[in-house]
């Protein structure tokens, strides 16, 4: 009967804690050669610009946008 409810208490301790893993942040960047634009951290760590998936790493993504001479906030 332990066993069963240390089961039950590990299976509910994984989902609260994977509960935070579906969220998505967003910034606002601007360029000098392109229009303003969102970009957005999504859960599985790619980076998405107005939506769109670019299948890039976030940091990746936001590092080189920077090194362009892009501003986000």
């Known amino acids: ?3 069963i ?3 039950i208490i590990g299976i509910v301790l994984l989902l ?3 509960k935070d893993d579906d969220s998505r942040t967003c ?3 601007s360029s000098p050669i ?5 970009l957005c951290r999504e859960s599985d ?3 998405s610009v107005n939506g769109q998936n670019t299948n ?3 940091d990746v993504y936001l590092d080189g946008l920077i ?3 892009a501003s986000c906030d």
Do not use: P
């Not at 392109?34 to 969102?38: A, G, I, M, P, V």
């Open 16 to 18: 609260l804690g994977c």
């Open 27 to 29: 910034i606002n960047c």
């Open 67 to 69: 090194a362009e001479g």
């Open 34 to 38: 392109t229009t303003d634009f969102e």
């Open 1 to 3: 009967m332990k066993k």
């Open 5 to 7: 409810k240390f089961a």
């Open 56 to 58: 890039v790493s976030y």
């Open 45 to 47: 760590g790619n980076a």
